[in-house]
């Protein structure tokens, strides 16, 4: 869902209005419920351009309330030259904050801060690129002829990335608004290559304004709607976003079938590319029309899968392997363990007891946080190994995508959004699941990423639009998970204290 929101921001990064001052309320609904608000501020004077954008939502995921914020404040000369960003995001008690000004050179100083850690570095700015008033010029340039196609490069100050999108105008229309009925142009913008798993089409009046937009999100039908403030702050209701986001299972997953390689037929709705991975323990073959087939854990040789990177090893703001308290953390729970195979199952076991039994309204905190509070579900679970891993020199990336479980929020045989790492041994990626205490077969693969959330929540734009339609044994072929090892820890990690912070954060 923040990537959703990430996503919405960057898409519709478009001024309130041309005047000096202005302040613009919308409404945000979920399948026309709703779950929170927006609004966009803008301020012309002294000669700059300040835009800013706040989306607070409220919704569920099971039975655990999760309140998501996200804001961007854009400094820009009148003709939309970029001078400075800031961006906060958070869900619950975890905020990122992300500043970056233009310096002489023409580069930006930007400052990171996750998890009570700051860094520091340069950024160059990509050609073309633009904020939000430059988004908004941009459009008025363009004007509103249906029919008429474009492509503008929107920079996105959370993930310090371009989007490059595909616009359409679609032609003027008549659209209904609480406060009244208003004559807007319609616009189709999609990011580049997604088809229509990252689609907006947005209502802007003549001044390239937003007043209404619509997405798809998780399954649901995200829209937001211009009113006035007492509307936009109207009461919230309950949307439960992690059951939209389930796929049933099309039979119960036998303890035999799990430990089998598996075979799934999966059926992919919608114009959307394949929105599987290719790992070594997942091989992708389309059959056409939106039908794949999915094998996982049947043995192959290690060849379309690329090789380490220099971020699967890298420390980041959400995996501080570098860390003095990771890097502490990971001796400790490696032990004398002479291998990587044996390193990476001692800190997965190690990880499955430091962590506290599963909080749901944690959102995603980094290695380092979840290291302090040893709280949270799959998503810090995923970054506390990785970063442990990569503290040890071994390569380890995030994946995110779907397991199986018998029951979750009151559904049955259900897949549900999961995080777990694969690791570069002995030449081919292997898979270590420390929420689950194990990797199997159930495990379908989405994408993998270096431990950014927005990687992780790209992974999830597919879904809602995912059917299993069967799924079955590979006759003969059994999978073969790594043996575990006994762990080095203390007795009771669940009630050990984390190490000291050494007074850095």
């Known amino acids: 869902m923040r990537r959703r929101i990430a996503t919405l921001l960057c898409l519709l990064s478009i001024g309130a209005t041309h005047a000096t001052a202005t302040t613009t309320w919308m409404a945000v609904t979920l399948d026309g419920r709703k779950v929170g608000n927006m609004q966009l501020e803008r301020d012309a004077g002294d000669g700059d351009v300040r835009t800013s954008q706040t989306i607070e939502l409220r919704v569920a995921r099971g039975s655990a309330p999760l309140t998501i914020r996200s804001a961007t404040t854009t ?7 970029p001078l400075a ?11 990122t904050h992300i500043e970056g000004h233009r310096r002489d050179d023409g580069r930006f100083q ?24 430059g988004q908004r010029l941009a459009i008025v340039r363009e004007g509103f002829a249906a029919g008429h ?100 299972a099309p039979r119960f997953i036998t303890p035999a079938l799990r430990e089998q390689a598996a075979r799934y ?51 980041n703001p959400w995996v501080q392997s570098n860390h003095p308290d990771v890097v502490a953390l990971a001796g400790e729970a490696a032990g004398g363990a002479d291998t990587d195979m044996r390193r990476m199952l001692r800190l997965r076991s190690f990880v499955s007891g430091y962590i506290q039994p599963t909080a749901l309204d944690v959102g995603y905190a980094s290695a380092l946080e979840t290291l302090r509070t040893r709280q949270g579900d ?39 959004p999961h995080t777990w790492v694969q690791s570069w041994i002995d030449g081919r990626w292997v898979s270590f699941d420390s929420a689950n205490v194990r990797f199997d077969t159930t495990h379908i693969a989405l994408g993998v990423g270096n431990g950014d959330p927005w990687r992780f929540f790209s992974a999830m734009a597919s879904l809602g639009r995912i059917r299993i339609d069967r799924v079955s044994p590979v006759e003969g072929v059994i999978y073969k998970a ?24």
Not at 87 to 95: H, L
Not at 381 to 395: C, D, M
């Open 265 to 315: 037929t999966m059926i992919v709705s919608g114009d959307l590319a394949s929105p599987f991975a290719v790992t070594d323990e997942q091989q992708v073959v389309s059959r056409g029309d939106g039908v794949y087939e999915v094998t996982i854990g049947a043995p192959r040789a290690h060849e379309k899968e690329s090789g380490p990177t220099k971020e699967d090893l890298a420390a």
């Open 378 to 416: 799959c998503t810090e679970h995923a970054v506390l190994l990785a970063a442990l891993g990569r503290s040890l020199g071994i390569p380890t990336r995030i994946v995110t995508g779907l397991v199986y479980t018998d029951r979750f929020a009151k559904a049955s045989h259900v897949y549900v």
């Open 75 to 81: 400094t820009e000369s009148s003709d939309g030259e």
């Open 482 to 505: 790594p043996a575990p090892v006994q762990r080095v820890l203390p007795r009771e990690p669940n009630t050990r204290e984390p190490p000291p912070s050494n007074g850095k954060h």
């Open 85 to 95: 960003f800031v961006s906060r995001n958070g869900s619950s008690s975890q905020e």
């Open 149 to 248: 196609r474009y492509t503008m490069r929107n920079f996105d100050p959370t993930k310090q990335q371009v989007a490059t999108l595909d616009v359409e105008v679609v032609g003027d229309e008549i659209v209904e608004l609480p406060g009244g009925d208003e004559r807007l142009h319609h616009l189709r913008q999609s990011l580049a290559g997604s088809g229509e798993a990252q689609r907006l089409d947005l209502w802007v009046d003549d001044g390239g304004n937003m007043r209404k937009g619509l997405s798809p999100s998780i399954g649901h039908r995200m829209e937001l709607m211009a009113c006035d403030e007492a509307c936009a702050n109207a009461p919230d209701q309950d949307v439960d976003v992690l059951r939209s986001a389930m796929v049933m």
């Open 110 to 133: 930007v400052t990171t801060r996750v998890g009570g850690q700051t860094s520091v570095g340069l950024l160059s700015w990509p050609e073309g690129a633009r904020l939000g008033e």
